[in-house]
């Protein structure tokens, strides 16, 4: 599958964006889609995990609240919601999928710097700043 993420760009603090992760090559409704973010000098983490099926969802405690991601399968397509921007959300945000196994939680498929993501999209910039 390859991914296309975009939507990203210049945001006050407080606004809100939607990112999102258009798949090619296979529909995205049997795959695990999740959201990273890496800010400069920073390594890459996990913000936010969806699964296939039920489409259970895992945030970081640092967008918990903010950030909601949800799928339109008929446009292939998963988005990030992030609303209630702040300055430390600046990064560059990627998306990235892998077949979803039965029975993997969301939490684990965002584990780590590169979850258990094989599939990756380039990165959109955000940049959150008054």
């Known amino acids: 599958v390859q991914l296309q993420a975009s939507g990203g760009g210049l945001m006050q603090p407080g606004g809100s964006l939607r990112l999102s992760c258009t798949a090619s090559?296979?529909?995205?409704?049997?795959?695990?889609v999740g959201w990273f973010r890496q800010a400069p000098g920073k390594e890459r983490e996990g913000v936010g995990c969806i699964t296939s099926g039920d489409g259970s969802t895992y945030y970081a405690d640092s967008v918990k609240g903010r950030f909601t991601i949800s799928s339109d399968n008929a446009k292939n397509t998963v988005y990030l919601q992030m609303n209630s921007l702040k300055p430390e959300d600046t990064a560059v945000y990627y998306c990235a999928a892998e077949r979803d196994l039965v029975g993997t939680r969301p939490h684990w498929y965002c584990s780590g710097s590169r979850g258990m993501f094989g599939s990756w999209g380039q990165g959109t910039l955000v940049t959150v700043s008054s």
């Open positions: 090559g296979s529909t995205l409704d049997r795959y695990a």
